[in-house]
């Protein structure tokens, strides 16, 4: 084939791609690394240049979030708001997922797109409703009742996602453990789940993301102000420091450090999990 040939091959990247990317890139990352170099600027060097990169180093702007922001309380509080209502969702999708696809039962197929059904329907259609259910039960201002209801706003989502590994399993292995005499729970535990590890772990991670970004919930859930995560404390304090442009960035680089951190580690799990899952669905 002739070079010009070469040149314009189907699908062959070309250089208007790759400034399309690199300038795509560029937008998305400049944000960031603004964030990071005014946390690490001098208070001064912040106001006389607000828009210069690196141009001083300083840890005061950590230090005034740290302490007078009170991020360390709500660091832990995002903790336990995150890790709890994720295990439910992880464990609850994964039992749901493996009854909906492998277990026989009357109704199983409307049940199933009765849970999907949750998909469709907004938060906002029934936050408030919510709300006064929760008072009434005692279950504001409590980790129970807002893990609960983070975990019930992804529960569609991860039941509908894992049910699409189970069902692509294949028959022999449960037929096999059958035979062996195995149970139905050491059929599920021992033969089906280490077979999709990978979704569950993609799942995870996705799901921990949502839930550490959360916003709402903890807002409506917690009138009393207990428990705040840091989405919620970032909020009140730049509702206080609204001239304070460096422990703003501060904070917020305190907020997105941990799931960025969590997502660049994990990156080719949740990518191979999740196209794992879109080619068995």
Do not use: C
């Not at 949750?118 to 009434?136: C, D, E, I």
């Not at 005692?138 to 992804?154: K, M, Y």
């Not at 096999?176 to 729970?185: I, L």
């Amino acid at each position: 084939m002739s070079r010009r040939g070469r040149a314009y091959a189907p699908g062959r990247p070309g250089i208007g791609r790759h400034l399309t990317l690199a300038l795509l890139a560029l937008i998305t990352l400049f944000p960031v690394v603004l964030v990071v170099s005014t946390t690490l600027k001098s208070t001064q060097d912040v106001r006389a240049n607000p828009f210069g990169l690196f141009s001083s180093f300083s840890l005061e702007n950590l230090d005034t979030a740290w302490t007078v922001g009170d991020f360390d309380s709500y660091l832990l509080n995002s903790v336990l708001l995150s890790v709890p209502s994720t295990l439910i969702v992880v464990v609850a999708s994964t039992m749901a997922g493996y009854a909906f696809a492998r277990l026989p039962f009357p109704g199983r197929t409307v049940a199933f797109y009765l849970v999907v059904f949750g998909l469709l329907v907004p938060f906002f259609a029934y936050m408030v409703p919510l709300y006064f259910q929760m008072r009434s039960m005692g279950l504001l201002d409590s980790l129970i009742g807002v893990n609960l209801v983070l975990a019930t706003t992804q529960l569609s989502f991860g039941t509908w996602f894992m049910r699409a590994f189970f069902a692509d399993l294949p028959t022999e292995l449960e037929q096999a453990g059958r035979m062996d005499g195995a149970s139905e729970w050491q059929l599920f535990r021992q033969v089906m789940v280490p077979l999709v590890t990978s979704g569950m772990g993609a799942l995870a991670v996705f799901t921990f993301l949502q839930q550490w970004n959360n916003f709402l919930v903890p807002l409506l859930y917690m009138p009393g102000g207990g428990y705040r995560p840091l989405t919620l404390g970032l909020y009140l304090f730049i509702g206080g420091r609204s001239v304070d442009i460096g422990p703003l960035a501060a904070g917020t680089l305190i907020t997105i450090l941990p799931v960025v951190v969590l997502y660049v580690v994990l990156q080719r799990q949740v990518t191979a999990g999740f196209l794992s899952g879109a080619v068995k669905g």
